[in-house]
């Protein structure tokens, strides 16, 4: 089974998740953003072994620290769809415009594209393709989990900003109601920021794109 410790890292308190699967204690970790020192402490004191780094999309505090991290641990990337190369190779001037520590570009091992599946041990989750934050945010899902881990699509009570380069408003809103809807009002569904959240409670509540919105 799907587990996970969420670590909010960065000045803007980004919920990066590391998940492993607790058969054989392999670990992804999702959206690195920075504090490094902090997420490693928190991967050893879990007893994971780390194995690879997936990205909802490339905003600095969800990717900062992706490079980094892949070249001192030898881990391959993951996503997010190529729709975020221009927000990959902008990653230097977002760590400049937002006051991070320098934060270097780079190629992801393996685009994702709706519909596919990333593993982790012997879990398994889906990725589905929610653009309108940004042009490639992916999430991943999984279903014996009924977990979310949704970056900046949904959040609690909220949704995501669509003012940057790339943001689409009426796509956010179709990513959500076609790909997170689905997934059932059970699924817990983990925010870039802020608190956990469940599907069903905000189909019904959310005020941007529930059922009152
Ligand atoms: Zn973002
Ligand atoms: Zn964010």
Same mark, same amino acid.
């Given at each position: 089974?799907?587990?996970?410790?969420?670590?909010?890292v960065?000045?803007?308190?980004?919920?990066?998740?590391?998940?492993?699967?607790?058969?054989?204690?392999?670990?992804?970790v999702?959206?690195p953003g920075g504090d490094l020192e902090r997420l490693l402490g928190?991967?050893?004191?879990?007893?994971?072994?780390?194995?690879?780094?997936?990205?909802?999309?490339?905003?600095?505090?969800?990717?900062g620290a992706?490079?980094e991290l892949?070249?001192r641990?030898?881990?391959?990337?993951?996503?997010?769809?190529?729709?975020?190369?221009?927000?990959?190779?902008?990653?230097?001037?977002?760590?400049?415009?937002?006051?991070?520590p320098?934060?270097?570009?780079?190629?992801?091992?393996?685009?994702?594209?709706?519909?596919?599946?990333?593993?982790?041990?012997?879990?398994?989750?889906?990725?589905?393709?929610?653009?309108?934050?940004?042009?490639?945010?992916?999430?991943?899902?999984?279903?014996?989990?009924?977990?979310?881990?949704? $970056?900046?699509?949904?959040?609690? %009570?909220?949704?995501? #900003? *669509?003012?940057?380069?790339? +943001?689409?408003? /009426?796509?956010?809103?179709?990513?959500?109601?076609?790909?997170?809807?689905?997934?059932?009002?059970?699924?817990?569904?983990?925010?870039?920021? $802020?608190?956990?959240?469940?599907? %069903?409670?905000?189909? #019904? *509540?959310?005020?941007?794109? +529930?059922?009152? /919105?």
């Open positions: 089974m799907l587990r996970y410790r969420t670590v909010p960065t000045a803007f308190a980004q919920n990066c998740s590391i998940v492993w699967c607790d058969e054989t204690m392999e670990a992804a999702i959206d928190e991967v050893k004191a879990l007893g994971v072994s780390l194995k690879a780094i997936w990205l909802t999309h490339a905003h600095i505090d969800h990717a992706t490079a892949a070249r641990l030898s881990l391959p990337i993951t996503g997010p769809h190529e729709g975020d190369k221009f927000w990959i190779d902008a990653l230097p001037q977002q760590g400049a415009m937002f006051g991070f320098p934060a270097e570009t780079f190629t992801p091992t393996r685009w994702l594209h709706d519909g596919d599946t990333v593993r982790i041990g012997h879990c398994e989750l889906a990725v589905r393709h929610c653009p309108g934050h940004t042009p490639g945010h992916v999430v991943f899902h999984s279903k014996e989990a009924q977990r979310a881990f949704v $970056g900046d699509v949904l959040f609690v %009570g909220s949704i995501g #900003r *669509t003012d940057f380069p790339g +943001g689409n408003h /009426a796509e956010l809103l179709a990513s959500i109601r076609e790909r997170l809807w689905p997934m059932g009002d059970e699924t817990v569904f983990i925010p870039g920021h $802020g608190p956990e959240g469940s599907i %069903g409670l905000e189909r #019904r *509540t959310n005020p941007f794109v +529930g059922e009152r /919105a």
